[in-house]
């Protein structure tokens, strides 16, 4: 015999405070629903602020990585730091002079990336034929149909495909922020 607490089959609500704060995340909804849009829009130049962005984020990597090769030396790991920190810095540098390269080559492996993942979820779902495997087939003939469309137009498809998925990204995002904000404004007011 157990003695744990059953668990609870009806909600209590949302934890104390939440709703007043609805008004925070529709505002942030909304910030996301813009930026999406304008990089839907402007696909290049978001393409090029991801990439740019990574870049900066590989040299930050790389100065921590040195960081803690010069910090960490008494701990055996120091060259392999080293080497890692350098090869952030060279990957960061190169991304930032050959931006265009760089985004040839995530959208490549994008492309591979969803033929892989569309061709194995395919599989998966006619061999096991679990409950919902209608919804992973189709999904996996999306992405699959996705990754070939990338990869028949790269590498003019580099130019636009990950800032346009980024900003389907940050638009999908936003209006599942503004939804939320939405229900928690409908919740009644917490009682004192």
Request: hydrophobic share 60%; aromatic share 12%.
């Amino acid at each position: 015999m157990s003695m744990q607490p059953e668990p609870s089959t009806t909600w209590a609500g949302p934890p104390t405070g939440v709703r007043p704060r609805w008004g925070v995340a529709l505002v942030f909804g909304i910030i996301l629903v813009v930026l999406g849009t304008f990089a839907i829009i402007s696909s290049f130049v978001a393409t090029l602020a991801v990439v740019m962005t990574f870049a900066v984020l590989l040299l930050l990597g790389s100065g921590a990585q040195l960081g803690q090769a010069v910090l960490g030396r008494g701990a055996g790991h120091f060259f392999l730091h080293l080497l890692v920190a350098v090869l952030y810095f060279i990957v960061g540098v190169l991304m930032i002079e050959h931006p265009l390269g760089a985004a040839a080559f995530f959208t490549l492996m994008l492309a591979v990336m969803f033929l892989v993942g569309g061709i194995l979820r395919i599989v998966v779902a006619l061999a096991e034929r679990f409950h919902g495997w209608g919804w992973v087939l189709l999904n996996g003939v999306i992405t699959l149909a996705l990754g070939v469309m990338i990869w028949r137009g790269w590498p003019e498809t580099s130019l636009w495909v990950i800032g346009l998925f980024v900003g389907i990204d940050l638009l999908f995002n936003g209006w599942s922020l503004i939804m939320l904000a939405l229900a928690l404004r409908g919740l009644p007011r917490p009682t004192a």
